[in-house]
């Protein structure tokens, strides 16, 4: 991962929704104390059970928080695009987390200190209410993906996902089949068919790590409802910003 000083970035918060919806005092501190860096698929962010040292806001492409389960294996609790922010744990009175911070689609990530984004936090009420919203959004989305998980096939939540990436990055999208089967907490094989499936009836196209939505209508007809009931959760997460 490269990084360089964003200070030669201002202006860069337009491409974070949150970010700019921050007064303009608080939003001028943080894009001089942020770095920018550009991410690929699989890069780290935070690794897991550790210290949390940065708040990362996508600029560009997607981060997944992934939690651990028995042995190498891990699944998705959700993703944060240019909407939102990584590190909401901090809000929450936590400075450490279980979880892997990853980049699921390619892009530029912002990096603030935790520490500046903790002393803005205690005194811009605007800041903390925002961010309160987004950790509500956030949770819920996470139940949604519990619930989903347990009661939806394959088929459902591979294109609700795919929905859920086309709306943050486009329809052309830069991942790995390796990745997908990590995000869903399935096995590679199983993505390999339902994609296949997926591109013989024509919703998507697939080459080299990537996935392009060719159909969205018949791919929400195939997701299940939680794809628009996570999509009314952040919309409420964000409605002041």
Partial sequence: MCGYDISMLAGTAEKNRFLNALAPLTRSLFETRMTAHGGGIGDVLQPPNAAIDAVWFPLSGI???LRPLE???NVEVDAAGAEGFLGIELVLGMRRT?????????GRFARLDAQVFLDALERDPGLRDGARRYVSAVQAIRGQWVACNARHTIEQRLAKWLLTTRDRVGDEIQIT????AMMLGVRRASVVTVLGRFVDDGLVAHGYA????VDGPRLTGVSCACY???AEFLRAGLAAA
């Fill in 71 to 73: 042995g190498d294996t």
């Fill in 228 to 230: 628009a009931r996570a």
């Fill in 63 to 65: 981060v997944s928080t």
């Fill in 210 to 213: 990537r996935v392009r939505v």
């Fill in 98 to 106: 279980p979880d892997t911070w990853i980049v699921q689609s390619p």
């Fill in 177 to 180: 089949q390796d990745i997908v």
